[in-house]
């Protein structure tokens, strides 16, 4: 029991090394098998498409029966709605036949077209209160929007099952689906591409041409004549390929891996019957098998590298945590006392400095202007007939009028100077370092900006003006109390002289 609770993280670290590895073990066993069985599905579809284009050949040449074609080879989807649409959504063909010739106007369709949603994308929808999964696929014809496949399944018995997106019997019909659309595409681009032609040979030589994987398409008796290919220099020859030709499966030819593919249907030219052959690149399965073990055996040996190094940092990062816990505690506690410092300091109408912050600073900066023999300046603000403005608009007006004018103080500050709401409509200015004569410019500055500008409140322009007062240290002053004094006094004669003026003290 001690071992176990001794060593149980690298105990736990190991079993999941294993569990990775064997999972990624049956991973690649599962996905070469899918591989192998979508191949042949693949195969099989694309047979079924060409035996149904073969036997309708005739009819292609004026008229294309979509409709025949998703019945042949749906392979037992539920395949709720089904329409062709042109560029502009104009049905041009549908499942539902009174439909056909109008424009398609859902949701869905507009998202799509307006590019909300890439076309060729799953997406899930409720369609006559019916739960399905739909996909607009669009038609190219080299490299032209020709038509689009509106096609939806029914898929309201996974609805309960969560993880419905990613359900692995979704993604398998998905996948059906898409082979589905591919077939359908191949059928339509081809059909319209040979509108103008005669020949089944040349359609199947269109027809592989158009696609990547498929190497050769023939129609073959039971002796493997070869009456129908899309390669004419096999026409009249007598096939011998592993000499075999009655199964289908993987087969090397001419050194390169292919699948053999014998349809089990016969198609009928003429009054014999005949087997359509496909020979399909493996190329891709080859290579997909290749990823597929190289992918788990780099998944096992990463996660036995991170099992190593995650019981090492284990440790180291459990320590680390604790340490930035702790340092965002302290830094959260920091920031919440500086905020409630600041509240205390400040004016909550005008966002200025309040009373008792403005005091406490005047005194600090008496005290180190009379140590180091500094400047210090005091002006007092004081807004002319403020009373008068709270009778005549009311008190909101007078309120929205202090806001504006301290902002207008406020832009007129240098960086050293310090400005606070001493009471009412009074707002004083502590000048350090600064001498009489340029405390009178900057308190002129700030009169005509004042002046300059009207406050506007409710649509109606407040002028407004101020009386400044301004006094500067002297040696005979023992505290900051004579100086604010002074600077009251100051004050008090711009106000006795006319207001809207700048006064210094004089003794």
């Not at 006319?498 to 004089?506: I, P």
Request: with cysteine.
């Amino acid at each position: 029991m001690f071992f176990i609770k001794k060593y149980a993280v690298p105990i736990i670290l190991f079993s999941l090394v294993l569990v990775i590895a064997y999972l990624s073990y049956y991973n690649y066993k599962t996905q070469k098998n899918l591989l192998l069985t979508q191949m042949q599905s693949n195969s099989l579809n694309i047979a079924s498409s060409v035996s149904s284009a073969i036997e309708r050949f005739d009819d292609i040449k004026s008229t294309m029966n979509l409709q025949k074609l998703v019945n042949d080879i749906s392979f037992g989807l539920e395949i709720f709605e089904f329409r062709y649409l042109e560029p502009d959504g104009t049905i041009r063909n549908s499942m539902f036949k009174e439909e056909i010739g109008e424009v398609l106007s859902s949701k869905s369709f507009i998202e799509t077209m307006q590019g909300d949603r890439q076309l060729s994308t799953f997406f899930f929808e409720v369609r006559d209160f019916v739960d399905v999964m739909s996909i607009y696929y669009p038609i190219y014809l080299q490299d032209q929007l020709v038509g689009i496949i509106d096609l939806s399944v029914d898929v309201s018995e996974y609805t309960l099952k969560k993880g419905l997106k990613d359900n692995f019997s979704i993604l398998r019909r998905q996948v059906d689906i898409q082979n589905l659309l591919k077939s359908i595409n191949g059928s339509v681009t081809n059909s319209l591409a040979i509108l103008t032609k005669t020949d089944i040979n040349d359609f199947l030589h269109a027809y592989v041409k158009s696609t990547k994987n498929i190497k050769q398409i023939s129609i073959i008796d039971e002796k493997q004549n070869v009456y129908i290919s899309s390669d004419k220099n096999l026409i009249g020859t007598v096939l011998d390929y592993n000499n075999n030709l009655q199964t289908s499966g993987m087969t090397m030819l001419n050194g390169q891996l292919t699948y053999l593919a014998i349809t089990n249907s016969h198609i009928n030219r003429g009054n014999s019957k005949m087997k359509l052959m496909l020979l399909i690149d493996a190329s891709t399965y080859l290579s997909h098998e290749n990823k597929l073990f190289n992918t788990a055996m780099i998944t096992s040996i990463i996660a036995l590298f991170f099992a190593l190094l995650t019981s090492r940092l284990l440790y180291y990062s459990a320590i680390e945590q604790s340490r930035t816990e702790k340092e965002r505690l302290e830094s959260l506690v920091k920031e919440r006392t500086k905020e409630i410092e600041l509240l205390s300091q400040t004016d909550s109408l005008t966002g200025l400095w309040n009373r008792r912050h403005l005091e406490e600073t005047l005194e600090i900066e008496f005290k180190r202007a009379k140590r180091y023999d500094k400047e210090l300046s005091v002006m007092i603000i004081d807004l002319d007939h403020f009373k008068n403005i709270n009778d005549t608009y009311g008190h909101m007006a007078g309120d929205e009028v202090l806001r504006r004018i301290s902002s207008k103080i406020t832009g007129c500050q240098r960086e050293t100077d310090f400005i606070g709401r001493y009471g009412g409509e009074e707002i004083v200015v502590i000048l350090p370092e600064s001498d009489l004569q340029t405390s009178i410019q900057i308190a002129e500055d700030i009169r005509k900006t004042i002046e300059q500008e009207p406050v506007e409140f409710e649509d109606k322009m407040i002028k407004v003006t101020a009386s400044i007062g301004i006094s500067n240290l002297k040696n005979e002053h023992d505290n900051y109390s004579a100086i604010f004094a002074e600077a009251d006094e100051a004050l008090y004669s711009a106000k006795e002289l006319g207001r809207n003026r700048v006064q210094f003290f004089k003794q």
